[in-house]
Nanobody, 124 residues
């Protein structure tokens, strides 16, 4: 089991940037692939980005590709989501999650451990 705590959310104007962090407890963090998801009001939770346990491979949802960057620091037990060129439609609660599935995956059910979420609001 790994416990996850997100931080770094806030209010930003369109075109601005934010960096989200997800701190993990437990000595097995480096064995998990990690993902970021988001949920806007009235909508289902959706995949944003994922990264392999080593950081060697990443995977993005099409609407964030080129604007968002997922990375991790296994020495710090932390995964990051750098968000640039933010748009009002990026407004959501952002969650990090951990998966033991070998391949990178966008499926919510492949992620067994979730954080509590951090709010990102982008004003127009």
């Amino acid at each position: 089991q790994v416990q996850l705590v997100e931080s770094g959310g806030g209010l930003v104007q369109a075109g601005g940037s934010l960096r989200l962090s997800c701190a993990a407890s437990g000595r097995t963090f480096s064995s998990y692939n990690m993902g970021w998801f988001r949920q806007a009001p009235g909508k289902e939770r959706e995949f944003v980005a994922a990264i392999t346990w080593s950081g060697a491979s990443t995977y993005y949802q099409g609407s964030v590709k080129g604007r968002f960057t997922i990375s991790r620091d296994n020495a710090k037990n932390t995964v990051y989501l750098q968000m640039n060129s933010l748009k009002p439609e990026d407004t959501a609660v952002y969650y990090c999650a951990a998966s033991t599935v070998v391949a990178l995956t966008a499926r919510l059910s492949d992620y067994a451990n979730w954080g509590q979420g951090t709010q990102v609001t982008v004003s127009s």
